[in-house]
């Protein structure tokens, strides 16, 4: 994954011409969170392991949210490269779920059916989430080989790349071929919860 330039350095001036100012306060309630109590204090960017590998950072999508710059949000790749550490809401100031605010982004831009901004990454979101919703819990072997299934269009060097590690990694017992089932009602209620767009792509 190569480093991006962060698209708010640019001397390209922002379009606010397609602003949606109701944007905000519907981020805000799906999230649980007041996205204009952020201060841009840039303390999410600066604790976020994968902030090089971002257009605009968890600073720049909040600015764009409260700006009401929803499609900009919303086919950037912050949202897919975002790992859900949950670094950023624990040294924010204001106490903001930003991951969580993330998570929304993800789900609408899959609903409005926009360009999704890191295509590889949004195939291993689905591909972990189809993992648990057959399982209750992703299996590690399964989420690769549907990974790998998902992104067919990488060509076969795609295909074979972590083929000498899985097995490295199946030598050494840290993957099991076979998954770790959630028993009983559990699974099924697991299921429920991963449903949405995420199905149909």
Known sequence: MNREVK???SQEPINMSASDLGFAKQVGKVAGTDLNSCLTCMSCSGGCPMYPYMDY???GIMRLAVLGLKKEA???TTIWRCVGCHTCAAVCPMAINIAGVMD?????CLAEKLP????PLMQFHRAFLTSVRFHGRASKVELMGLHKLFTLGGGPKTWMQDAVLGVKMILMRKLHLLPSRVSGV???QIKKFVTGPWRSR
């Open 7 to 9: 698209k708010f350095s």
């Open 57 to 59: 950072g968890p600073h």
């Open 74 to 76: 919303l086919t950037s």
């Open 104 to 108: 929304y982004l993800r789900e609408e």
């Open 116 to 119: 999704v901004g890191d295509v």
């Open 186 to 188: 559990g699974r099924g």
